[in-house]
């Protein structure tokens, strides 16, 4: 069963980056999707960005020209390098690998934005 797991989440102030990084444990296909998700406190999830098999993208309006997804299929691995982080950002990130009716989750990683 594949596993997903977050790193690189933190505390960083205002117009600071980060990069997220997501790792599966098992097997996973070129033509899965990988997308970065995020809730902060009393809101909903919202999809932040996914990639899928052709390299194709779509990011969140909010993060558009900040935020860029990329994915190492070798490694089974997605990535979000996030730039001039604002603290409307805070929240957790979560990884999510889907196609059809396969989905994993990873258990979330702590982003926060603040001076």
């Known amino acids: 069963q594949v596993q997903l797991v977050e790193s690189g989440g933190g505390l960083v102030q205002p117009g600071g980056s980060l990069r997220l990084s997501c790792a599966a444990s098992?097997?996973?296909?070129?033509?899965?999707?990988m997308g970065w998700y995020r809730q902060a406190p009393g809101k909903e999830r919202v999809l932040v960005a996914r990639?899928?098999?052709?390299?194709?993208?779509e990011y969140l309006d909010s993060v558009k020209g900040r935020f860029t997804i990329s994915r190492d299929n070798g490694r089974n691995m997605v990535f979000l390098q996030m730039n001039s982080l604002k603290p409307e950002d805070t929240a957790v990130y979560r990884c999510?690998?889907?196609?059809?009716?396969?989905?994993?989750w990873g258990q979330g990683t702590q982003v926060t934005v603040s001076s």
């Open positions: 098992g097997s996973i296909f070129s033509h899965f999707v």
């Open positions: 999510r690998f889907y196609w059809g009716s396969t989905d994993y």
């Open positions: 990639i899928f098999r052709s390299g194709g993208t």
